[in-house]
């Protein structure tokens, strides 16, 4: 399952698992965006494609996709991946930051991806604990590279929802990962997305920007040795490691400069 498939880097998710085979149960808004995507890979790689369109915001809509992910088989097939994508992003001085706004990303950059990643678990643990699946199985959780700032200025609350993910897919790998469940958290840069698009009319050099493609191929890979975490792109890799290195006062007094 992907959510926030109907573009971006959870389109790319569904085209790359799609190549490899495998059958997807898309999520996102856009019912229109899915179906036309659904139709797509399954012309070109001949694999079963499910649609639920779904605001993971609205808490109605969201226990409809918990429900699928509970599946265990007897109603429906269950979800050997889950891709937790769906995210929003808005920033802005925190004082002044639309409360509504706040309160949707804390509703979906959190609260989804918490009630999803508890929905799903339980049933790829009893399955491999029950020798019913020898392939890999867990939760891709994309976070962001701004979940490793020490300060995010104008991007308070986005930073630490993304800062909220890593730590869960962290603590989510030790406790699973001695049952053979991956979870692994991307933590991805600046990548051309339409949550980007303000920051690409900046205009900011290229180097800056990283592929959706590679975000994913790395991230996949990087799921399927149960990594914890992965920051796709050379560049951010060695930003990641300089955050994490330095003192929290010089880490911040960078971000802000």
């Known amino acids: 399952m992907i959510t926030g498939a109907s573009a971006g880097i959870g389109a790319e998710y569904a085209r790359q698992l799609a190549r490899r085979g495998c059958n997807l149960v898309l999520v996102a808004r856009r019912a229109e965006a899915i179906e036309t995507l659904a139709a797509e890979l399954h012309e070109e790689y001949g694999v079963a494609v499910e ?9 109605a809509d969201l226990a409809t996709v918990e429900e699928r992910l509970r599946a265990d088989g007897e109603t429906a097939a269950p979800i050997d991946v889950l891709v937790n994508n769906a995210g929003c992003s808005s920033g802005g001085p925190f004082a002044h930051q639309d409360l509504a706004s706040i309160e949707g990303m804390l509703a979906l950059n959190i609260g989804a991806v ?7 678990l339980p049933v790829q643990l009893q399955r491999r ?37 890593v730590s869960l ?14 979870v ?8 051309r997305t339409d949550m980007t698009r303000a ?8 180097v800056a ?4 493609e590679r975000v994913v191929t790395e991230s996949l ?37």
């Open 129 to 165: 604990r029950s020798g019913d699946h020898s392939g890999p199985i867990g939760i891709i959780n994309v976070a962001s590279v701004a979940g490793l700032l020490s300060g995010s200025p104008e991007g308070a609350v986005y930073a630490a929802t993304k800062a909220f993910v």
């Open 114 to 120: 918490t009630r999803l990643a508890r929905a799903v």
């Open 184 to 191: 692994t958290a991307v933590l991805p840069g600046y990548v």
């Open 221 to 257: 890979r990087a799921w399927a040795r149960g990594t914890g975490a992965v920051v796709p792109g050379m560049q951010y890799k060695a930003a990641g490691v300089l955050l994490k290195l330095l003192p929290r006062p010089v880490a911040r007094a960078i971000v802000t400069s």
């Open 169 to 182: 897919s962290e603590s989510l790998t030790a406790e699973a990962g001695k049952d053979g469940v991956h």
């Open 51 to 59: 649609t639920r369109p779904a605001d993971l915001a609205d808490p």
């Open 199 to 206: 920051v690409q009319e900046r205009g900011l050099p290229e």
């Open 209 to 212: 920007f990283v592929s959706k």
